[in-house]
């Protein structure tokens, strides 16, 4: 069973930056594709980014494009979710994710993650 632990989460002013990490222990880490998710007061969780197998392929939702990037470090066991010009609207409670479907090109769906971590707070200030 993937268990995972993100980590790097705090406050930060808006326009500023943060590193998320996500520490993934169990066999066959490279067989999975991961993702990011994110869950505000009051809403649902959404879908932030994923990231295949190999990290050849990544998606993200269209309000994190070009200010996110995931990647993944199958040596150390590690995805990252780097995140730039922060905004108000990405306050959330972040949640890393583990699938063994979808492992050639990542989803968005998060119905396909079998594994969950406990989440780390982002909180933007403006």
């Known amino acids: 069973q993937m268990q995972l632990v993100e980590s790097g989460g705090g406050l930060v002013q808006a326009g500023g930056s943060l590193r998320l990490s996500c520490a993934a222990s169990?066999?066959?880490?490279?067989?999975?594709?991961m993702g990011w998710f994110r869950q505000a007061p009051g809403k649902e969780r959404e879908f932030v980014a994923a990231?295949?197998?190999?990290?050849?392929?990544?998606s993200y939702a269209d309000s994190v494009k070009g200010r996110f990037t995931i990647s993944r470090d199958n040596a150390e066991n590690m995805v990252y979710l780097q995140m730039s010009s922060l905004k108000p609207e990405d306050t959330a409670v972040y949640y890393c994710?583990?699938?063994?479907?979808?492992?050639?090109?990542?989803?968005?769906?998060?119905?396909?993650?079998?594994?969950w971590g406990q989440g780390t707070q982002v909180t933007v200030s403006s």
């Open positions: 994710a583990a699938t063994l479907r979808h492992t050639y090109d990542g989803t968005n769906d998060d119905r396909e993650y079998d594994a």
């Open positions: 169990g066999r066959s880490f490279r067989s999975y594709a």
């Open positions: 990231i295949n197998w190999s990290g050849g392929r990544t």
